[in-house]
């Protein structure tokens, strides 16, 4: 048995691009103990939603993943929802009302997962590049929606967002009945009001354990053969957590915060070893 969890809090699987779910057992072996496995951008999935339905297949694909993690042994948790940069491939070949409100088909599609028992979370966001001011305003309501959900929910969001803290979305959460503090600002390099989710590469993390900051660890992991470590390898979390063990500068305490305590409080679901 491990002697304490580590936890990466965004990582993908896709079978068509990369290993499936088997490259957990890389995960693993590095001391690896528990995954929030993210749903796929639909197109990722062979998917080219028409209708709300259509996201079914990408979710299911994300059930059956998890399941065969958590045979694998490793604690696999899913967060499924619509990715923020949808709405670009929906504009090919749809208005802007026909893919926000496809959009935010989609989160209600998968609210019903999280509202099973099948899911812990949602996923949504906003574009991360520039977009004209209808599209981000349109953004900003499928952004609203999702929001919504998790709080009629009581589950946490996974937020895809520009860089950058998002001053604005703790509002906007409030006013919709949302918890701020369990919206997860992924791949956070900065200081944010919402809950960061680090990768590990970023520079400050020896700085922050030593603050004791509450904070996740991710990879983004993208399970992509052609992409080679894109955005960080499978080990990436469990080697970096070794490593500060190693050097002295995390301690026990520090890993059962930011494996366990933190997370627990965020998603609502055990993160023991």
């Known amino acids: 048995m491990a002697a304490f969890p ?12 990369g290993v499936g779910p088997d490259v957990v057992k890389e995960f693993m072996r590095s001391g690896g103990t528990h995954i929030i496995l993210v749903s796929l951008p639909s197109w990722s999935c062979g998917v080219f939603p028409i209708t709300a339905m259509d996201y079914r297949v990408v979710f299911d694909e994300l059930i059956a993943d998890c399941k065969r993690v958590n045979e694998l042994g490793c604690v696999c948790y899913p967060i499924a929802g619509v990715h923020p940069a949808e709405i670009g491939k929906l504009l090919e070949r749809m208005s802007l009302t026909e893919a926000e409100n496809l959009m935010c088909g989609g989160l209600d599609v998968a609210a019903e997962y999280v509202r099973e028992g099948k899911c812990i979370g949602l996923k949504s966001g906003r574009p991360h590049y520039p977009v004209t001011p209808e599209v981000w305003d349109a953004s900003n309501r499928v952004l609203a929606h999702a929001l919504t959900l998790s709080g009629e929910l009581g589950c946490a969001l996974q937020i895809h967002a520009e860089s950058g803290p998002c001053e604005d979305v703790p509002a906007m959460a409030k006013s919709c009945n949302m918890d701020p503090s369990r919206v997860v600002k992924h791949f ?17 993390l020896n700085e922050w ?64 070893v």
Request: glycine share 6%; aromatic share 8%.
């Open 209 to 272: 354990f030593e603050q004791k900051r509450n904070f996740t660890l991710e990879s983004d992991y993208m399970d992509d053969l052609s992409r080679p470590g894109a955005v960080n390898g499978p080990r990436s979390v469990p080697r970096r957590m070794q490593k500060l063990l190693q050097a002295g500068v995390v301690c026990a305490e520090d890993m059962w915060r930011v494996h366990s305590a933190v997370p627990e409080r965020i998603y609502g679901v055990s993160f023991g």
């Open 6 to 17: 580590i936890l990466d809090d965004h990582f993908h699987l896709n079978r068509r691009t």
């Open 188 to 204: 956070a390099t900065c200081e944010t009001p919402l809950h960061p989710s680090v990768t590990v590469r970023e520079p400050f």
